[in-house]
């Protein structure tokens, strides 16, 4: 309808200022106001002529409230040109005609709700009237009733006073008929074997009948109920007594009992002496089990017959006695704790005992399982009895029995130790018997390390169980801490490793006459096992052992680096001590091959004695014996052509220093000068000096005191001429073999050449051979 | 006193009597080994003749005595002689000989200055015996005393049952005669054969010892001594000892030790001896023909005189 009108007119209005460069400020201030215009109900069409949109205020609106026709038809006749004109006066008059029609719809439509709604309510102005009177004749019928009721109340008040008054006699009447039924109910339920009842009707009655004792007939019936109830303690006594029952049922009569008023003190006795005899059966039968008799049931079996039949019913009787006897106090608690200790005390001898036959046995893991459930068993009662220390005493058992296992763990690495000594023992007899000397020493050694190796990380594994997570005890300081540091890694590893370390020693410290006893090669072995220990072994077994165990244990231990001091001590000693061994043998040869030939009255040396032969043999040997287990080690750098060398001290200018002076009486003289001018440049040789860890060590050490002993024992002898020289060609040939085997050859030299100046002065007719003849013969030999 | 004589094709050692010139040492009985001496030559007395009993391997007189008895060890046998007036002639008195397996020679022989000179002791082999001079019969034996060669002996001359020995496995070792079957004390300070131990005359506690690693070593044996507790004053009264006898024993408790080692000598050292004049002084004599004399230090002379 409005909305040909609704555009603004382009220009309209006296607002319509020219766009100059005030343009904006201007707009601004209009805007302003527009708002203040419309606060005042202004038109803001005539103010500020430009509104944005329709204008409620637009007096063109044809919808709006301020219409004015005068000044729309003058807008339309201003504004539109005919054809418009003629258009919206038809439009016009179409919608006018339109809402004439609206409305007389309207108007017949709600002209029939009118007229019945003026009915009703002339109706209800009828009803209300009628209302108002029957309320009144309900306020005046209600007063009656009023007047009534109050009437019949008070006629009824006496009358109820007096029914009350019959209840209560009524009630009175039933107790005093239970009470004078009660001897007979009681006698009923006595031979019934009713004792709760019986026992809960006495003691509802006890009471009335204690206050009206005076009256006689009541007296009468207390006498009766006493009676009665004197018998009915005495049968539940002898319930009681025979014990037949379980506890619970022996519980009920005590609690029965004591409810009869019976005497706490006395009650209490007799109920722990009867559980003393059902738990001293049990006992009986554990110890039964432990008799003689070989097929003993295995000790998981036992422990657990022992938990469940002792230590439980130990926990039942520990149990009804405390609910039983709460009112006794701590003097019953000290009796119950005493009881539990004596009883628990030969308990645990017996499971001692039991544990004490398995010390001998093998498996840990079942002793583990045993000791955990016995631990575990014994908490319950523990709880309950802490009086009686009992969880502490068990504690102590299973430390116990753990110290026992380690211990036994201990022997039996010694054992496997000594065991694996004995078989190394019986290998190095059988081959040397085929022929072969020891070509599996290294592999010998292999087979006794890994052994023994295993043996440890057995043990460990074993023993290892006592400390596992799920194992009860386990958590006890004892398992944590000492257990672990001082009985794990003090007693059994450092044990084992220290009495290995003795074992070892001990076969250098038998004393020398014995010393056959033991296979040299068995020494050469141990040592380089304890070598072995010291580098790497013992720092891994310990490494280990820490790991396995957890030391939480602030106490000392041994540190690595003194175990590994004691280990390179033993191998040193065992390795000086294989050295003396092997010198001796040799030196014994030598010796017996001076001292029983007779060096006066020998012939002209063709060859050299075989027993040299076999000194260099054996010393090869040897050679090849330590060469399987120990490195070659250092030599002091020589010449190469070192087996060439003759005897320079004969064979050259100085012999004629050393022999051909001896003829004349001031010989000695010159020979001792030259010998000690010789010696003022020659080291002094220490003969049983420490030996080191390698292989040209240890044979310089064996031909030293060979060598030594050869010198010593030409010195106690007499020679002829051809003695000296078959000795100048027995050292020539020791000369040649034996050199490559020494770290210094000097040393060698040395010792051999003073083994010819000895025996050249023990010469009356002292005539060297030529150094060339022998060569020969050394050669030829 | 012993000669040695080599005949045609057999070494035999022989011993005999030479009586020292006046001069040098009036009453001294031994002479030194020495064929010949510059200044003075010794007189020879009288052979002991051992043709029959093998070569000498020791001779030793009587300890104390008018001198008359002479006991020689020859091969397996031990020969006791007796000198007529004058030495003049040497007469066998008794003889015993050692049997057994193999051949068993002695090595060394000592006289017990204990027991009225009855006893003597021998070594041969690994053992060491002792025998009573009057029934030439043998008292004890100390089997294995050595891991080797027993090389000497020496007794104690202040405690009558024991006896140092020593041998080639380079130990001494100290023993009571009465309980042969483990050594009172072993010492192993020798790195080769030991040949000579002796016991000072008068401080038995100080023990020299001579080896062929070229060492002589002193020892001061004290727990074992006849003086356990330091020298105690003769002319002290008994409560006076008394009095002394706890506080020194906090002094110096018995502590045996190694006093010394000479290192003088080249060669292997094969005599040891105390001089029998002055209790502080000593020889060694080695292979290249050294004669080294030492003191006991001063400090120690001091130490077990005051």
């Excluded at chain 1, 007096?162 to 009630?171: E, F, N, S, W």
């Excluded at chain 1, 957890?550 to 003194?562: A, E, G, K, N, R």
């Excluded at chain 1, 054996?618 to 080690?633: F, K, N, S």
Aim: hydrophobic share 40%; net charge negative; aromatic share 6%.
């Amino acid at each position: 309808m409005a909305a040909a009108a609704a555009g603004p007119g382009p220009g309209s209005g006296p607002g319509d200022s020219p766009e100059g460069p005030e343009a904006e400020a201007p707009e601004r201030r209009r805007k302003a106001h527009g708002m203040l215009k419309l606060y005042y109900g202004l038109s803001e069409g005539e103010a500020a002529g430009r509104p944005a949109g329709p204008d409620p205020l637009d007096p063109t609106d044809l919808n709006g409230a301020h219409f004015d026709p005068e000044v729309y038809l003058d807008k339309l006749r201003r504004e539109c040109p005919l054809a418009q004109l003629m258009d919206s006066e038809t439009d016009m008059v179409r919608q006018i005609r339109a809402l004439d029609s609206d409305m007389q719809t309207l108007v017949y439509e709600n002209y029939n709700k009118f007229i019945s709604a003026t009915d009703t309510i002339r109706k209800m102005k009828n009803d209300f009237r009628k209302m108002e009177d029957e309320m009144d004749r309900l306020a005046t019928n209600m007063a009656v009733i009023t007047d009534f009721s109050a009437r019949i109340s008070a006629t009824l008040q006496d009358r109820h006073e007096r029914i009350t008054k019959l209840a209560g006699v009524h009630a009175l009447l039933r107790k005093l008929q239970f009470l004078f039924e009660l001897p007979s109910r009681l006698t009923k339920c006595v031979e019934l074997g009713a004792y709760g009842q019986a026992v809960r009707y006495q003691g509802r009655a006890r009471a009335v009948l204690q206050q009206y004792q005076h009256l006689p007939s009541f007296r009468a019936i207390q006498d009766d109920c006493q009676v009665i109830t004197a018998r009915l303690a005495q049968q539940l006594r002898q319930r009681f007594r025979e014990g037949g029952s379980g506890a619970p049922e022996q519980a009920e009569c005590v609690e029965l009992l004591l409810a009869l008023g019976e005497p706490a003190e006395e009650l209490c006795e007799e109920f722990l002496a009867h559980a003393r005899g059902r738990l001293e059966e049990e006992l009986r039968s554990l110890e039964a089990e432990l008799g003689p008799s070989p097929p003993a049931p295995d000790v998981l079996e036992f422990t657990d017959r022992g938990g469940s039949g002792f230590v439980g019913g130990l926990c039942q009787v520990a149990a009804a006695y405390q609910e039983l006897f709460a009112a006794q106090g701590p003097a019953g608690a000290e009796r119950l704790a005493a009881f539990a200790r004596e009883l628990g005390g030969r308990y645990f001898a017996l499971v001692e005992r039991r544990l004490a036959q398995e010390q001998g046995g093998g498996d840990n893991s079942l002793l583990v399982r045993a000791l955990d459930r016995f631990h575990r068993r014994l908490r319950a009662p523990g709880a309950l009895l802490a009086a009686a220390g009992l969880a502490e005493a068990a504690t102590e058992i299973v430390e116990r029995v753990a110290r026992e296992r380690l211990g036994h763990h201990l022997q039996g690495l010694r054992a496997a130790f000594l065991g694996c000594l004995t078989d190394v023992r019986q290998a190095l007899a059988a081959p040397r018997l085929a022929g072969k000397e020891g070509p599996g020493l290294a592999e010998l050694l292999a087979n006794v390390a890994s052994s023994i190796l295993s043996h440890i990380k057995a043990s460990l594994a074993a023993v290892h169980l006592f400390t596992a997570k799920e194992v009860s005890f386990s958590n006890k300081p004892y398992f944590r801490g000492e257990f672990c540091s001082q009985g794990v890694r003090e007693g059994l590893i450092v044990g084992f490793i220290r009495s290995m370390c003795q074992t070892a020693q001990s076969f250098c410290d038998s004393p020398g006459e014995k010393g056959g006893a033991t296979p040299p090669a068995l020494l050469l072995l141990l040592s380089r096992l304890c070598l072995d220990y010291e580098t790497a072994t013992i720092s891994y077994v310990l490494t280990l052992t820490d790991e396995q165990f957890l030391v939480q244990d602030q106490s000392p231990v041994t540190p690595v680096s003194t175990l590994c001091a004691e280990a390179r001590e033993t191998a040193r000693r065992l390795l000086t001590h294989y050295v003396k061994v092997q010198g001796l043998v040799i030196s014994q040869m030598l010796r017996k091959s001076v001292e029983t030939r007779d060096w006066l009255s020998t012939l002209e040396p063709r060859n050299v004695r075989a027993v040299m032969k076999r000194v260099v043999e054996d010393t090869t040997a040897i050679d090849v014996q330590v060469g399987l287990l120990y490195e070659e080690g250092v030599r002091k750098a020589q010449s190469s052509d070192s087996s060439k060398r003759t005897f320079s001290v004969y064979s050259s200018s100085r012999q004629q220093g050393r022999y051909a002076p001896s003829y004349t009486p001031s010989a000695p003289m010159d020979t001792n000068l030259l010998s000690n001018i010789q010696k003022l440049f020659s080291e002094r040789i220490d003969v049983f000096s420490p030996v080191e860890f390698n292989k040209v060590s240890v044979l310089t050490g064996i031909i030293k005191i060979s060598l030594k002993t050869l010198l010593e024992c030409v010195r106690l002898r007499t020679f002829g001429r051809f003695g000296l020289q078959q000795v100048q060609v027995d050292c020539h040939f020791l000369q040649l073999y034996l050199w490559r085997f020494v770290a210094d050859e000097e040393l060698v030299h040395l010792l051999l050449d003073e083994v010819v100046a000895s025996a050249a002065l023990r010469c009356p007719d002292p005539v060297p051979m030529e150094p060339s003849v022998v060569e020969v013969i050394c050669e030829r030999g | 006193m012993y000669s040695r004589k080599a005949s045609d094709s057999k070494v035999l050692t022989c011993a005999a009597v030479w009586r020292m010139p006046k001069e040098l040492e009036p009453g001294s009985h031994e002479s030194p080994d020495d064929s010949s001496s510059t200044a003075h030559t010794l007189e020879l007395l009288c052979h002991l003749d051992n043709t029959a009993h093998g070569s000498m391997a020791c001779v030793a007189w009587e300890p104390t005595g008018d001198g008359k008895k002479v006991i020689s060890l020859a091969d397996n046998h031990i020969l006791l002689w007796d000198l007529q007036e004058s030495s003049s002639q040497a007469v066998l008195a008794s003889s015993a000989s050692l049997e057994g397996k193999g051949q068993l020679k002695f090595t060394s022989g000592r006289w017990s200055p204990h027991h009225n000179c009855t006893q003597v002791a021998t070594a041969n082999d690994t053992a060491v015996r002792g025998w009573d001079t009057r029934s030439m019969s043998q008292i004890y034996c100390i089997e294995n005393a050595h891991g080797q060669l027993v090389r000497d002996l020496d007794f104690n001359p202040n405690k009558q049952y024991y006896l140092a020995s020593c041998g080639d496995d380079c130990k001494v070792k100290f023993w009571d005669t009465r309980n042969v079957t483990e050594p009172v004390k072993t010492l192993e300070e020798h790195s080769h054969w030991v040949w000579s131990v002796r016991y000072n005359h008068s401080h038995d506690q100080l023990v020299l010892t001579g080896s062929s690693d070229s060492r002589v070593i002193l020892s001061n044996m004290v727990s074992i001594s006849s003086e356990p507790f330091g020298h105690l004053v003769d002319d002290d009264d008994l409560s006076d000892q008394e009095e002394r006898r706890p506080e020194e024993k906090s002094q110096e408790p018995p502590q045996d030790s190694v006093i010394a080692t000479y290192e003088e000598h080249e060669d292997s050292v094969y005599a040891v001896d105390w001089s029998s004049a002055d209790p502080w002084l000593f020889a060694s004599l080695s292979y290249d023909g050294r004669l080294v004399i030492n003191r006991v230090p001063r400090a120690l002379k001091y130490h077990i005189l005051l």
